[in-house]
């Protein structure tokens, strides 16, 4: 199916693929826009698992504070790791960033991924924990996907491999 010029613009403003993924995407979905979608989303997947063998030696900390009754009470800081200095300094990266320290501002999570959480751990606790405390597992902002999955679809969106190395969260008071 020829798909036009305006369905390929419409899927890229949405998904931020590149023109030519979008064009495939959408010759293979027979213009289908949500099925192109999915697609991307699946290409965008295994181009991740290609990646993720690659050193991230670059990338940026971002901060984020939240304000109850004009006070700061909540921050956080994450490290999120890129291949190269050029994607690090890109908006997309450094928003990347920020969307994460808003989220473990606001889940609160205790572990970046299952690796570290402690292995003797009894088998039910351990299964909570990696369901509700460790960060790539977590619904990010409360929608279908998890972090992991944000992290898949901008590794797909900026061409290398990116990972969140560590964070902390700050409460005001230690509580």
């Known amino acids: 199916m020829a798909v036009t010029a305006e369905q390929i613009k419409k899927l890229r403003e949405a998904t931020g693929a590149g023109i030519m993924d979008c064009k495939r995407a959408l010759q293979e979905a027979d213009g289908d826009e949500e099925k192109a979608k999915a697609l991307l989303r699946e290409w965008g997947a295994a181009s991740a698992e290609k990646k993720s063998g690659r050193e991230t030696k670059q990338g940026t900390i971002a901060s984020y504070i939240h304000y109850n009754s004009g006070v700061g009470r909540v921050g956080a800081l994450v490290e999120l790791n890129c291949e190269t200095d050029f994607v690090a300094r890109t908006e997309q990266f450094q928003h990347l ?3 994460i320290a808003q989220h473990i501002v606001a889940a609160g999570p205790l572990y970046v991924s299952e690796e570290n959480v402690p292995a003797d751990l009894p088998a039910e606790e351990r299964a909570t924990i ?13 929608g279908n996907q998890t972090v992991a999955d ?3 679809e901008a590794i797909g ?5 990116i990972r969140v190395s560590r964070f902390n969260r700050y409460v005001l008071g230690g509580e």
């Open 130 to 142: 990696l369901k509700e405390q460790v960060l790539l597992e977590q619904r990010f902002q409360g």
């Open 150 to 152: 944000l992290l898949k």
């Open 157 to 161: 969106k900026l061409g290398e491999n």
């Open 97 to 99: 960033a920020h969307q």
